[in-house]
């Protein structure tokens, strides 16, 4: 068998992102249905691993000591979008979705649940194969993949990232349909105003194909990467300490929570007092850096054998979590969005982040839009809730509810 240390396996994660890059952008269907490149790249190298395997030996043994940090770098980049100033500027009805929201992902818990247990399997199976891997997508499937196997879930990361991969195929595939079907049916026209303050647009998805951020070669030399390097890195130090502290007191939750948790203070803090003068930006490029990195690596060392026993009850699992969505996205979902051509819009964003990622939201809408006219409001609400908020509570309600179920 052959070993790589922890550099080494850093550096094939990063060419394993490298190579998913390049068979995204040279696959139409990947790019259509927004593919996170380290998750493309990292399942062809998983495959290989898998025909490679002799019995329960891998043919190369990861050192995957550099995997933890990556994610709690992520997550604490993470934790410091979540801005309740943007929050209150963004309206009324960011708030109001938001909270929407929140509780349609306890109710794909509950809907995992009981598919779980009509299969005999624990319900801690059908929280992973809900809200974590549909709404969190397979960043969060993978953070969490430890937990749930340390809970009794074997073979967590595998079923984690099938789902989430299943979830950003029906996203992309679902969310165009239906929202064409509200605006032809209801005759919707796009009015071209808005009723809430514009807010700084996000990126969809950190770290998958993020696009270009708005950092200057000047700021980069003036100390903004070293800054911000240092207030991640100190972010994640203190934070290991306060989840030590929540663990000892029997609360199961990732490493990453007491990290994200203090971020998510700090950007408060800054944006009452403006003495920390951090830059959301660069936690948004670091954090989707380590998030690239964080996927690549995890997907490449995938013991994808393991998915078999349980591919069933995980299709099942799958159909029903995309027609709950769709059944959401037209009725409650559609009505507090205000019934309009702006709703019809969010329906499909709604299905794209809610079973897949913010990428998924923002391709279903693009193409809606195009065809049919302008949805400013679309474009306020849905990339705040789902890039900046859904995550962080989304971790929340999971870790709620796999304390209650273990």
Same mark, same amino acid.
């Given at each position: 068998?052959?070993?790589?240390?922890?550099?080494?396996?850093?550096?094939?994660?990063?060419?394993?992102?490298?190579?998913?890059?390049?068979?995204?952008?040279?696959?139409?269907?990947?790019?259509?249905?927004?593919?996170?490149?380290?998750?493309?790249? =990292?399942?062809?190298?998983?495959?290989?691993?898998?025909?490679?395997?002799?019995?329960?030996?891998?043919?190369?043994?990861? @050192?995957?000591?550099?995997?933890?940090?990556?994610?709690?770098?992520?997550?604490?980049?993470?934790?410091?979008?979540?801005?309740?100033?943007?929050?209150?500027?963004?309206?009324?009805?960011?708030?109001?979705?938001?909270?929407?929201?929140?509780?349609?992902?306890?109710?794909?818990?509950?809907?995992? %649940?009981?598919?779980?247990?009509?299969?005999?399997?624990?319900?801690?199976?059908? %929280?992973?194969?809900?809200?974590?891997?549909?709404?969190?997508?397979?960043?969060?499937?993978?953070?969490?993949?430890?937990?749930?196997?340390?809970?009794?879930?074997?073979?967590?990361?595998?079923?984690? *990232?099938?789902?989430?991969?299943?979830?950003?195929?029906?996203?992309?595939?679902?969310? =165009?349909?239906?929202?064409?079907?509200?605006?032809?049916?209801?005759?919707?026209?796009?009015?071209?105003?808005?009723?809430?303050?514009? #807010?700084?647009?996000?990126?969809?998805?950190?770290?998958? @194909?993020?696009?270009?951020?708005?950092?200057?070669?000047?700021?980069?030399?003036?100390?903004?990467?070293?800054?911000?390097?240092?207030?991640?890195?100190?972010?994640?130090?203190? =934070?290991?300490?306060?989840?030590?502290?929540?663990?000892?007191?029997?609360?199961?939750?990732?490493?990453?929570?007491?990290?994200?948790?203090? #971020?998510?203070?700090?950007?408060?803090?800054? @944006?009452?007092?403006?003495?920390?003068?951090?830059?959301?930006?660069?936690?948004?490029?670091?954090?989707?850096?380590?998030?690239?990195?964080?996927?690549?690596?995890?997907?490449?060392? *995938?013991?994808?054998?393991?998915?078999?026993?349980?591919?069933?009850?995980?299709?099942?699992?799958?159909?029903?979590?995309?027609?709950?969505?769709?059944?959401?996205?037209?009725?409650?979902?559609?009505?507090?969005?205000?019934?309009?051509? @702006?709703?019809?819009?969010?329906?499909? =964003?709604?299905?794209?982040?809610?079973?897949?990622?913010?990428?998924?939201?923002?391709?279903?809408?693009?193409?809606?839009?195009?065809?049919?006219?302008?949805?400013?409001?679309?474009?306020?609400?849905?990339?705040?809730?789902?890039?900046?908020? %859904?995550?962080?509570?989304?971790?929340?309600?999971?870790?709620?509810?796999?304390?209650?179920?273990?």
């Amino acid at each position: 068998m052959f070993s790589l240390g922890p550099v080494e396996t850093l550096a094939a994660a990063a060419l394993t992102l490298i190579f998913g890059q390049f068979l995204v952008r040279r696959i139409r269907w990947a790019e259509r249905y927004n593919l996170p490149a380290p998750v493309v790249g =990292g399942l062809i190298v998983a495959l290989a691993m898998w025909g490679l395997r002799q019995g329960d030996t891998p043919a190369i043994n990861f @050192d995957k000591v550099f995997q933890s940090p990556l994610m709690v770098a992520f997550f604490a980049a993470m934790g410091y979008s979540a801005s309740l100033e943007t929050l209150r500027k963004s309206g009324r009805l960011v708030a109001l979705y938001l909270a929407a929201c929140t509780v349609v992902l306890v109710f794909q818990n509950f809907l995992g %649940i009981g598919i779980a247990k009509a299969f005999g399997l624990s319900p801690l199976f059908g %929280i992973l194969t809900g809200s974590v891997s549909l709404a969190g997508g397979p960043g969060t499937a993978l953070a969490f993949a430890d937990s749930f196997e340390k809970a009794g879930v074997e073979g967590a990361a595998v079923l984690g *990232l099938a789902a989430a991969m299943g979830g950003i195929l029906m996203g992309g595939m679902v969310g =165009g349909p239906v929202g064409t079907r509200l605006i032809r049916d209801l005759k919707l026209k796009p009015s071209g105003k808005t009723t809430i303050a514009a #807010a700084t647009p996000t990126h969809p998805e950190p770290g998958i @194909d993020a696009g270009q951020f708005p950092i200057e070669k000047a700021t980069m030399l003036e100390g903004g990467l070293f800054r911000h390097g240092v207030a991640l890195l100190l972010m994640m130090w203190v =934070g290991s300490y306060i989840s030590l502290g929540l663990q000892k007191l029997g609360v199961t939750l990732p490493s990453y929570v007491g990290a994200m948790f203090l #971020a998510s203070v700090a950007r408060n803090v800054d @944006d009452k007092t403006g003495r920390l003068r951090l830059d959301p930006a660069w936690f948004e490029a670091l954090g989707g850096f380590a998030l690239s990195l964080f996927l690549a690596m995890s997907m490449m060392t *995938l013991a994808l054998w393991r998915l078999a026993a349980a591919a069933v009850p995980l299709l099942v699992v799958l159909v029903a979590q995309a027609v709950f969505a769709v059944i959401l996205s037209t009725t409650i979902m559609f009505r507090l969005s205000g019934r309009d051509y @702006d709703a019809a819009v969010m329906a499909g =964003g709604f299905l794209g982040f809610m079973l897949g990622t913010t990428a998924n939201a923002m391709a279903n809408m693009d193409a809606l839009t195009k065809r049919y006219g302008p949805a400013p409001r679309a474009y306020v609400v849905v990339p705040l809730v789902g890039a900046c908020f %859904i995550d962080f509570t989304n971790a929340l309600m999971t870790s709620i509810m796999m304390n209650f179920f273990k």
